[in-house]
């Protein structure tokens, strides 16, 4: 992970509106994939950031998605955006 990750996660976030975001799931893979799991490990979910939405990171998903009171269904839509925007 990189020293700065955290502090180039809320220019991601601008630059990238999160309404425009895809929708993520187990199989995606790509850069948005990687920004997704950068917030993660922000959040300090121990996950690599490969660009790989595989089982780890849909577990981290299901646990943030638990924690903040969403829906728990693995998938990374506008709601589990914003609040892993927050």
Known sequence: MEENTSQKLPMILEATAVNRLPTLRFGDRGN????LQRLLVAKRYPISVDGDFGVLTE???KAFQSRRGLRVDGIVGPRTWRALSA
């Not at 948005?32 to 920004?35: Q, T």
């Open 32 to 35: 948005s994939v990687r920004i």
């Open 59 to 61: 577990t981290a998903v």
